[in-house]
Nanobody, 123 residues
Framework: EVQLVESGGGLVQPGGSLRLSCVAS????????IGWFRQAPGKEREGVAT????????YYADSVKGRFTISADNTKNTMYLQMNNLKPEDTGVYYC????????????????WGRGTQVTVSS
């Protein structure tokens, strides 16, 4: 069984930081691309960051470049999203994702989803 479980969401003030974690089971980071998506209410789910399966390259949405960092710890089978200098527009449900595509930057590339963790950025 494949299961992805996110944690680390919460309420933070603008300019603050959060680190999201995603523990994966049934998915090997050696064979799957991994990434993070977010979805604001009434908006399309969008890719935030991904690690390419082929070479480990990291890619970020323009809106988060310089502020977010994706990483993975293979010994713990866990992926992370470090979010710094958070802005109100970062608010949404954040999902970890995995897929056999080269990257998981777009929804059709995703084979498995976590259930999401809420991130709210508000003063």
């Amino acid at each position: 069984e494949v299961q992805l479980v996110e944690s680390g969401g919460g309420l933070v003030q603008p300019g603050g930081s959060l680190r999201l974690s995603c523990v994966a089971s049934g998915v090997s980071f050696e064979t799957y691309a991994i990434g993070w998506f977010r979805q604001a209410p009434g908006k399309e789910r969008e890719g935030v960051a991904t690690i390419a399966h082929a070479d480990g390259s990291k890619y970020y949405a323009d809106s988060v470049k310089g502020r977010f960092t994706i990483s993975a710890d293979n010994t713990k089978n866990t992926m992370y999203l470090q979010m710094n200098n958070l802005k109100p527009e970062d608010t949404g449900v954040y999902y970890c994702a995995a897929g056999l595509s080269v990257v998981v930057a777009h929804v059709p590339e995703v084979d498995y989803w976590g259930r999401g963790t809420q991130v709210t950025v508000s003063s």
